[in-house]
């Protein structure tokens, strides 16, 4: 996602929801548009995303429901966004 952000600056708010969503699908990471933070500061996007997944410690006996918070950001380099 870094690398999308980075040489796709123009990208809008949607878009960016949209290669989040195809990128987690690919994945199999269950995340919904809601789960997407976007936001700017400065010069600087930043994706925050937030899901819960069940984690396997004993498989077959024990499982744990594990959040994870992964984000990607960048600094904007090509003009404006908007």
Do not use: C
Request: charged residues 25%; glycine residues 4%; aromatic residues 8%.
């Amino acid at each position: 996602m870094h690398d999308a952000l980075l040489f796709d600056a123009r990208m809008t708010d949607p878009e960016i929801v949209k290669m989040v969503m195809e990128t987690a699908a690919e994945y199999g990471i269950p995340i919904t548009p809601n789960d997407i933070d976007i936001h700017y500061v400065g010069q600087e996007i930043k994706v925050d995303m937030t899901y819960t997944t069940d984690v396997k410690i004993i498989p077959g006996v024990l499982s744990y429901p594990w959040t994870f918070t992964p984000s990607a950001s960048t600094r904007i380099l090509v003009g404006k966004r908007r």
